[in-house]
């Protein structure tokens, strides 16, 4: 009569030094990669957000990407499915709103619906009022900037398709008439963005004519420099307010002791 016997385990071996080394090495290896593919993702992710175009009404990009909570309510609310909601693999901050004016420009809703329907605040209803009514003309979407180089209306070419876009006609774009020596008899048509009324809708990208748009929207920390608190418009009362805080700092050089005439006189001596 056979015994029915439980089978003996064999013992777990412990791990040798050595290869616990290279365990330990292999799953170093692994979260660094890892952490690799996250960190480039995130720079990534960050360098892309810099050139996003966001939707009306949107606040400073640094305070949108927190106050954001990626809902989508915004791009329901959009009637010409301009508003994009980034997703994964787009190398932009997933879930947030965005547009691509080559595509689907901003319509310049006279009511902004997707402003008011958003729940914290990222796009900013007060932003886009004027005298307690909702006022597109005033949104800051981005700034179209022109490369002259291919631009064909600086080669000579007629054409004014970004003018006749633009839905704040002769304000934020205007044409620039200037003789052609080229030819002696033709005339430039060279059109002009004026930064004080440019939403950055981007109908004037959307209808450039060349293959590549010669006019395209950048957001507007992008598209414009700055000149700083060193240089000031003497004629412009407005502008003048930027120094009103200012402090004033002086330095004393051996030259500055001297009235401007001395000054000038000392170079005149040595030629006599």
Request: charged share 25%; hydrophobic share 35%; with cysteine.
């Amino acid at each position: 009569m056979s015994e029915n016997r439980p089978e003996t385990k064999k013992k777990k071996q412990p791990l040798s030094d050595r290869r616990k080394f290279i365990l330990n090495m292999a799953r170093g290896v692994g979260l660094v990669t890892l952490g690799g593919f996250v960190w480039s993702a995130y720079v990534d992710e960050v360098t892309a957000s810099q050139l996003l175009l966001r939707p009306p009404g949107a606040i400073k990009e640094d305070d949108f990407l927190r106050t954001c909570i990626k809902c989508g309510l915004c791009v329901e609310a959009c009637p010409y499915d301009t508003l994009l909601l980034a997703k994964p693999g787009d190398n932009k901050p997933l879930g947030t709103p965005y547009f691509i004016p080559r595509d689907i420009p901003c319509y310049m809703c006279p009511d902004i619906p997707c402003v008011p329907v958003c729940p914290t605040g990222a796009l900013d209803e007060a932003s886009v009022t004027t005298d307690g009514k909702l006022d597109i003309k005033i949104a800051d979407m981005g700034l179209a900037v022109i490369d002259s180089e291919s631009c064909i209306a600086f080669w000579g070419i007629q054409c004014d398709a970004c003018y006749r876009a633009c839905p704040i006609l002769g304000e934020a774009i205007t044409i620039e008439y200037s003789k052609n020596e080229r030819t002696g008899k033709h005339a430039f048509l060279k059109p002009v963005v004026h930064s004080d009324a440019c939403t950055g809708c981007g109908l004037c990208e959307r209808a450039c004519v060349t293959e590549k748009p010669a006019i395209f929207v950048l957001p507007r920390e992008v598209a414009q420099g700055r000149a700083g608190d060193y240089y000031i418009k003497g004629w412009d009362k407005d502008d003048e307010k930027r120094l009103e805080n200012a402090s004033e700092i002086k330095t004393t050089t051996e030259i500055s002791k001297k009235s401007a005439v001395d000054s000038l006189n000392d170079g005149l001596e040595d030629l006599y």
